[in-house]
């Protein structure tokens, strides 16, 4: 028997043909967009199976259950999560949400040590030893009290050898104007809330949204008064003619906010056990929605830098032959340093976890090396952690939709040489050649070894070093002036180590770090175990 437990009203259950359904999120399926208004429409006029989702293209979660059967499905990325877990009698629970409330589990140490050096859990696990979470592109199928799982989409390249920059531009282009021509279909009323950064991904989507004619839309930013990104935002808004809000951070309002009510429900609704509530842009949202009484649709940019290769390290990108390991190294180093731990023990155990993930991948040359690190990013810092952001527009009610996630827009660069994503290459140089006058022209890299000094003992020594005078300065300088969630500059050093089981953990990367120290101390009570 499988139970669905589902919070909240993100999720949409009908009972139709004798089915069961639970359903969130928006999908187009042969020309037409369904929600979950109007999910019925197709289970009353199609018979559902696990394979018809291949051809959903959008961000979804679901639960079918017809007799003794039941699928629970993500998407491709995991933008709506899903967990499941069985207990003592073999009967299975399904849900959308794992409260902070709920404090009886037993934890699972590896869990720990991955969440604390990354803000997010890998594979399949919670930090709950006993509930497990569906990973991107996967579903399940429960008959009765057996459980199949089925991964129908990976993260992995299968590049076009006849590609060049030419090529790739023309193609690329076409890309965005369909996926655009498809966002203009699928608005229905709602005003839309353009996140507009200094950075190339939101100043696209501005512009894509302004040459498709998207009408009513509002641009904002926020941070600390005058800060760079702020003034370039303002810019680029009042280039395209936009409206354009700014929403002032100060440290004394970050302390207030952090400490709210309000926070506190957004922190037991986005956590899940899973990943740390995002926390940049939630005072914003939390006072726009004040603000604005219209429907909302926010569309952030998620993720053009990391699916255009923005994230790709050179060490995988140089024409020679590879092992899992260096893919782990480059992982480890890009991703695993929210806190350093004091033994070696903690980042051998991660490593290990890493290596068990990426077992069926091949990874041999460059291309098939850079597509398992990007495999990997995507499955998880990507899928838990960046995504996760958008449970701020959802605990407010709000929708959101991430063009720059499209399906086509995947499918494209899962077919282009790394040679031309190293860099962003070719995604900078179709910006450029789309809109010059808001685009520079890329220079492409070319390939290098890195250099042996920066792989030694000395440079190790050095960034260490610079970490440690980061930490005394950023609570000062930072743009957004977020620190102040930690109180005074003596409460802040006070937050600038921890320890679990023993184990100290120091160096606090960035405001991430502080936000998981805190619900691993107050929370979780990790610093007793």
Do not use: C
């Amino acid at each position: 028997m499988v139970q669905v437990q589902m919070k909240g009203d993100l999720f949409n259950h009908i009972e139709v043909e004798g089915q069961d359904v639970w359903f969130a999120g928006t999908f187009m399926y042969h020309g037409q967009f369904y929600h979950k208004e109007n999910i019925v429409n197709l289970f009353q006029k199609e018979d559902f199976t696990p394979e018809i989702i291949q051809s959903w293209n959008g961000e979804f979660a679901l639960i079918w259950q017809k007799g003794t059967q039941t699928v629970a499905i993500v998407d491709r990325k995991r933008s709506i999560p899903l967990f499941y877990k069985q207990d003592a009698t073999g009967d299975w629970m399904l849900t959308n949400h794992l409260s902070l409330q709920n404090q009886k589990h037993k934890l699972n140490s590896t869990a720990i040590y991955e969440w604390i050096l990354t803000g997010y859990v890998a594979n399949e696990k919670t930090l709950l030893t006993d509930t497990f979470q569906i990973e991107a592109g996967q579903y399940l199928r429960f008959y009765d009290q057996q459980l199949t799982k089925h991964t129908y989409f990976q993260y992995l390249h299968q590049v076009d050898p006849q590609m060049d920059e030419e090529s790739g531009v023309e193609k690329l282009t076409e890309v965005f104007h369909r996926v655009f021509e498809r966002i203009y279909q699928r608005l229905s009323g709602q005003t839309v809330m353009l996140p507009l950064s200094g950075g190339k991904d939101s100043r696209i989507l501005a512009l894509l949204l302004k040459e498709f004619d998207v009408k009513p839309i509002i641009s904002f930013t926020y941070g600390k008064p005058q800060n760079a990104e702020a003034l370039k935002s303002k810019e680029i808004a009042d280039r395209l003619g936009f409206p354009w809000e700014f929403y002032a951070y100060s440290k004394s309002d970050w302390l207030k906010w952090y400490h709210s009510d309000s926070w506190n429900a957004y922190k037991d609704y986005a956590f899940n056990y899973t990943s740390i509530p995002h926390l940049q842009d939630w005072p914003a949202i939390y006072q726009m929605v004040q603000k604005h009484e219209e429907p909302l649709l926010f569309i952030p940019g998620h993720t053009g830098d990391f699916v255009s290769g923005g994230h790709i390290p050179v060490n995988l990108t140089i024409e020679q032959n590879y092992q899992v390991d260096d893919v782990v190294e480059q992982i480890m180093k890009k991703h695993h340093r929210l806190w350093e731990p004091s033994q070696k023990g903690v980042l051998d155990e991660v490593a290990e976890e890493i290596r068990r993930s990426l077992i069926q991948v091949p990874i041999n040359d460059r291309e098939q090396a850079s597509s398992a690190y990007e495999y990997w990013g995507m499955k998880e810092r990507q899928g838990k952690f960046i995504l996760n952001s958008l449970r701020t527009y959802e605990f407010f009610g709000k929708e959101w939709a991430v063009p720059l996630w499209d399906h086509e827009i995947m499918d494209f660069f899962l077919s282009v040489p790394v040679e031309l994503r190293f860099h962003k290459y070719l995604y900078d140089l179709t910006l450029h050649r789309m809109y010059p006058d808001y685009f520079e022209q890329p220079q492409k890299v070319i390939y290098q070894h890195v250099p042996k000094w920066k792989q030694g003992t000395v440079h190790k020594v050095l960034r260490k070093g610079y970490a440690t005078k980061l930490i005394f300065e950023q609570y000062l300088k930072d743009p957004m002036d977020w620190f102040g969630i930690t109180g005074s500059y003596t409460e802040y050093l006070k937050k600038t180590h921890f320890k679990y089981q023993g184990i100290s953990f120091k160096l606090p990367f960035n405001i991430n770090s502080m936000i998981l120290r805190d619900l691993a101390v107050n929370d979780l009570h990790l610093s007793k175990i």
